[in-house]
């Protein structure tokens, strides 16, 4: 190729390359969502895989509705099937952004009904485990995020604002600790239809 064919090409590859960005910058900004004033990446890296946002869900508590924390759901394979997240392989992630204050104890009731909901008939060999959960929690403040990543064949693993507390064992702990927001009773019908792809309500 000729001098004056590479200088007269290159306006041509400029705006070829502009009109890329401009069409990959709208899908990159769309991937990202907000529920409740707070918004969550479309895409993170956990456990060496990448997980896709499956959806939000608003946690509201009291007759009059206080909004406590926006839960996120981060899947392999998004799926508006619950049963599929709670019988897959594959890593997933529930994250829990706060907007409320919400005291220790105030935690370990909401675990501690959330398993006799998820996991009636498996309470005595969970109970251990149950309290590993319960003597990590501290009160949490608007802002804060704790994290529950499940890796597959080793359990769920905690972490608070980014820093890993432990990791608590077992596949059937992680299935019912999923459960206790995509089984048949979680918090709130919303808050599960939410996280399973509907709206944040």
């Known amino acids: 190729m000729s001098t004056r064919a590479s200088f007269a090409s290159l306006p041509i590859i400029a705006s070829a390359a502009l009109l890329l960005c ?14 409740g004033g707070v918004s969550f990446p479309g895409h993170l890296q956990a456990h060496g895989a990448t997980l896709t946002l499956n959806g939000l869900g608003l946690r509201k508590a009291t007759i009059f509705g206080i909004k ?26 529930i994250e829990l952004r706060f907007v409320f204050h919400v005291t220790a104890g105030q935690l370990r009731d909401a675990w501690r009904e959330g398993f006799e909901k998820s996991a009636r ?15 990590w929690m501290t009160s949490v403040s608007s802002g804060q995020r704790m994290t529950f990543l499940r ?3 080793v359990g ?11 990791t608590i064992p077992g596949d059937d702990f992680a299935r019912a600790f999923f ?22 309500t």
């Open 156 to 166: 769920v693993q905690y972490s608070l604002d980014g820093a890993v507390k432990g």
């Open 68 to 93: 406590v924390y926006v839960g996120a759901l981060y899947v392999g394979h998004p799926t508006s099937d619950a049963a599929a997240v709670l019988s897959s392989s594959d890593p997933a992630e």
């Open 121 to 135: 008939g498996q309470l005595a060999q969970l109970q251990s485990r149950i309290a590993q959960l319960d003597g």
């Open 22 to 35: 401009l069409c990959a910058a709208p899908a990159a900004t769309a991937a990202a969502r907000e529920c």
């Open 179 to 200: 459960a206790i927001w995509l089984g048949s009773s979680p918090p709130s019908p919303e808050l599960r239809a939410g996280l399973l792809g509907g709206p944040c």
């Open 151 to 153: 890796i597959p064949g």
